[in-house]
Each structure stands twice: as C-alpha cells, then as structure tokens.
C-alpha cells in the first residue's frame, strides 16, 4: 500500500477504537465513516439506509457484481465498559483502505458497511441490497489470533459454526418452604436437564458422534451461560425459573436437530408452563464450493499466503447469512501471538490490513 494512504487508513482505526460502540448503536461510528468517504474518496455514491449502508461507483448494468463486507459493532469488557474487541475496527479500516486504492475493475464492487454482527441482527439488516442487485460474489474476511500471522485461512466447507441463543423459562407452582410438595419447583427439573446435556459441554473436534440416540456428523455442543431460580426468601418454595444456553453446531441442519431435542424436552415436561424465547441466531458460515475456486485462483495469482484452515472456526459469524442470497466465501488472516477474541486485553494488530488489501484487491480485479 501507498504509505500515505496506509497512514490515513491507520488515523480512523484509531479514532474507531476510541469511540466504539454495542451493536445497533454505532451511530456515532457510522456518522463518522460516511463523513470520511464524502471527504476523500467522492467517487463513491454513499446508499444509506440509517442502521447500514454501502458505497459503490455508478451501477454498470450486465456486469458482475460483487460485495466487500465489513463489520464495525463493538462489545462489552469484563468491567462493563465498550471496547473493540473483535477487530471490527480493524476490518473497517481494511475496507476503506481497499476503497482508498481505487483499484480498477471491470466489475460492480459494493462496498457494504455492516453494524450489529456480534449480536447476529446485522447481516439480515442488509438484505434490501441483494434484493435491489443480483449478486454473484461476497466476500468477507475476519483476524484470528493463534493462526499464523499475515497468512490468509479458508476451509473449503463449514469455517465458522452456526449458534443460536436459548432462554427457557419455567413457571411452575409456588409454595411455602415447610412443604415444597404442595408445589412444583422448576429447580429440580432444571438440574435433571443441566446432568442430562453435560456431554454437550465437551468438546470432542469436529468428529461424529451420537447423543441420546442422536446421530451427529461433527461438532454439536451446548454451554450453560445462566441459571435463575427463586429469589432469596428461605420461606417460600419457588414457582419460576430460566436457564439460558448457546446451541451450537458445525452443520446448520444439525443444530436444527438439536434445537428440536431442546424443545422437545422442555415442552414435554409435566406440570409446567413453558416459554422458549430465541436470540443471537447465527447461520453457518460455509463457502461455496465454485466460488472458493476461482477465488483461490486469483489469491495465487497474486502470490498471497494462502493455507487451508484444518478445523473449523468454533464461533460463530453472522456473515454465514450472506450465504442465502448470493455466493459467498469467508476469509481468517492470522494475527499469531497475540489475546484472544473478547478478551479483555484483546487488540488489532494493524500489521495485517496491508493483508487484508491485498487480499480483497486480488477478488475484485
């Protein structure tokens, strides 16, 4: 990259980092990059739809089009405070950057600025796009310390898995402490549950395996994040409790099956009035298999460290919705030795954005 251009691209990483925000907040951070794209690059039209937008050069009709995506929402640390802790900030200066370069291109390139992912609401936000424009390509790309650094990750089915968050409340039967058997406390429903779901917690990599019955290709778990039950009154037996966890699973129709267990369990519980409230649902991120071919060709083309990633990617990202409308590919570049994803101490090496450039350079030309 041109220094000037590279200093530039660094100056609002930083100021990013300084202001960020929770995701279906960024207004701030949003305001920000449309007034920095009016300044610099005002050959780019500006689509703003108020929570989202893209940048693109005129619509040439019957030329392919293809989507850069970056996201740009922050997180909470352990002391409550809103940091970036992902690398969005990162991500969205590598966006920009590609757009400072003005690459030429025979191509439609829509530069799509995301909010929201962390929470999974902000991919679908953005579906009035391919909506308005027949898509052939997005791509994506996302840090990932503990890979080895400046070196571009693929895998060439599942990359990321689908998650999706379940809060199920219970409401049983209330009664005094000295004779709980008058009532129906969900405590010991809810512990029955916990013990029998324990082999979920475990990870075992991406291998098949069979729980309760349940034939499953590869990786399936579920983590306990949070159990409520009573209040601390020692006199009453209590009527209402909630456990919350994260399903999660290597193949999308897989946590379906998982989900459908959950649900099963729950409803088929005596005595109780059940509700099962949804939230975080993230989709598989899974590369399509033509697309990740020629996208191959043109990184070797430009000679760019490229390796197959060996296993999936845990975690989930909502860019696995892009997948539904149009051809997608999701891209890790390696960061090494450095804090882990939402960790506290966490920080974007910004060594990796010429990486980032170059690689996204070599899908649009």
């Known amino acids: 990259m041109d220094s000037e251009r590279l200093a530039k691209v660094k100056e609002v990483k930083k100021w990013l980092h300084a202001h960020p925000e929770v995701s279906n907040q960024e207004v701030k951070t949003q305001a920000y990059l449309k007034d920095f794209i009016t300044k610099y690059l005002p050959q780019y039209e500006i689509h703003d739809h108020v929570t989202w937008f893209y940048c693109m050069k005129p619509y040439q009709k019957g030329k392919k089009t293809i989507v850069l995506r970056a996201d740009h929402d922050a997180i909470v640390n ?32 829509i530069y799509l600025f995301q909010p929201a992912e962390e929470n999974g609401t902000g991919a679908k936000m953005c579906q009035p796009l391919f909506e308005k424009y027949p898509v052939d390509e997005v791509f994506g790309l996302h840090n990932m310390p503990s ?32 004779e709980p058997e008058k009532g129906l406390n969900p405590a010991y429903a809810i512990a029955q549950f916990v013990q029998e779901i324990e082999p979920l917690a475990q990870y075992r990599g991406f291998k098949p395996f069979s729980f309760l019955n349940h034939p499953f290709s590869s990786l399936v778990m579920a983590t306990i994040i949070q159990i409520e ?22 193949k999308q129709e897989e946590l379906t099956v998982l989900e459908e267990f959950i649900q099963s ?14 939230l975080d649902r993230f989709h598989a991120t899974v590369a399509h298999p ?17 390796e197959p990633l060996e296993i999936p990617i845990r975690a989930s990202e909502d860019f696995g919705y892009y997948g539904q409308w149009a051809p997608s590919v ?19 090496k ?16």
């Open 290 to 306: 033509r697309l990740l071919e020629e996208a191959l060709k043109r990184i070797h083309q430009h000679r760019l460290k490229v």
């Open 78 to 109: 352990s002391k409550g405070e809103v940091f970036h802790g992902c690398g969005h900030d990162g991500h969205t200066a590598i966006l920009l950057a590609v757009m400072l370069e003005d690459i030429p291109s025979e191509n439609n390139v």
């Open 330 to 348: 999701f891209f890790l570049i390696g960061t090494g030795d450095c804090p882990a994803l939402h960790q506290d101490d966490f920080y974007f």
């Open 265 to 278: 369990y729950f409803r088929n519980l005596e005595g109780f009035d059940i509700q099962i409230e949804e």
């Open 350 to 365: 910004e060594d990796i954005i010429p990486v980032g450039v170059a690689l996204f350079k070599a899908l649009i030309q």
């Open 147 to 178: 890979l080895k650094e400046q070196v571009i990750f693929y895998h060439p089915e599942t990359i990321m898995c689908a998650s999706v968050g379940y809060r199920i409340n219970l409401k049983g039967k209330q009664s005094h402490a000295s």
């Open 229 to 250: 039950i009573g209040s601390s009154n020692f006199g009453i037996s209590p009527a209402n409790g909630s456990i919350s966890l994260t399903l999660r699973s290597a």
